[in-house]
């Protein structure tokens, strides 16, 4: 009978002690990355495994030494103004996603601002370990291709989106592709012919590009009589080329989000949804009775605490080596900005 090599198997095979090793294991970053891979070589050569239901009654039992009343995340903010990221509706919904979540766990959820007057990162990040904080989730920035400057070393930390380019941490997203092919689906089923999407260059970058390129990956499955290009408007532009846009090219549908399409619409003098329907691609119950994807921001949120105390469970820290990505898709919501079209 095989016997399974122990964790003070491990520790003698690469010559540090038990606990060294165990931290070792465990990507601590008080043990020096020359004996982490000591260790972690000895443990290929042996085969060890750790004990799956032992590991996690561990990670509780060290939690709660650390920790004997209710741990704190910190949820961190990087907008202009210390409430800016609140104008968004789905942004709230987030965090009361996260937060509801983090209590179910056991945590709080504290925020800070980064851009506080006299901050620093350095600062933060001082003020972060007085405060016993290691978990972070670091909420998407107004603009896409940021960067944030902590002393990651310190923190397991998950980030909202993809607006933060640097450094490259695990983050949880919406399935904007897959939400976009949804959507796809659901007006064929009513019998829309030519959807058209508009966007605000801002607002495609936000997202990576995939609402867009799932959209142009479908426009290449209709007739060619019945594609619609896309309107990605620039800094200035808005309802005087989307008028334009929508008389040359004769959409039955407009995809948006972010933009007053209503309000052009309504302007226009334009019958919604007689003349023209409309599907709100990042809707939230305050847009309502528009139709269009719910993103389940909520659900996104509890998505970003499970991974981050699934790191503090496994004592990871810094900027990982890979970064997970954590999709969740949308559904769908009717709504009177539809109507069944005549075949």
Known sequence: MNVRPSIRDVARQAGVSHTAASL?????????????QRV????????????????????????????????????VTSWPTREGWRSSPNHRRFFAGAERRAHELGYRLDLFWLRAPGMTARRMSAILRSRGIEGLLLQSLPQAGGELA????????????????????????????????????????????????????????RVDHAWLAAYLLQQQELPGRDRVPA???RAGQGARQF??????????????????????????????????????????????????????????????????????HAHERGVPRREKIVAVSGRWVPGTSLRRQAK
Do not use: C
């Not at 070792?24 to 982490?36: E, F, K, N, S, V």
């Not at 983050?171 to 829309?192: C, I, K, N, T």
């Open 24 to 36: 070792a294991l465990r990507r601590d970053p008080r043990i020096p990355a020359a004996t982490r």
């Open 150 to 205: 902590l002393d990651w070393r310190h923190f397991a930390a998950v980030a909202k989106g993809l607006t933060i380019a640097r450094p490259r941490l695990h983050r949880v997203v919406s399935s904007h592709f897959e939400d976009m092919r949804l959507v796809m689906a659901q007006l064929r089923r009513l019998g829309y012919r030519r959807p058209g999407l508009v966007l605000d260059e801002e607002h495609d970058a």
């Open 40 to 75: 972690e070589q000895a443990a290929a050569r042996l085969g060890y495994r750790r004990h799956a239901v032992l590991a996690s009654l561990m990670a509780q039992l060290r939690t709660l030494k650390v920790q004997p009343e209710t741990a704190t995340l910190g949820f």
């Open 231 to 233: 309107l990605i408007l």
């Open 243 to 312: 008028a334009a846009w929508r008389g040359q090219h004769q959409p039955e549908v407009v995809l948006f989000t972010d933009l007053p399409v209503p309000a052009w619409l309504a302007e226009q003098k334009v019958r919604v949804p007689r003349e023209l329907g409309l599907v709100h691609l990042d809707w939230s119950p305050e847009v309502a009775p528009l139709a269009g994807v719910d993103l389940d921001v909520e659900a996104l949120g509890a998505a970003a605490v499970d991974l981050l105390v699934g790191q503090l």
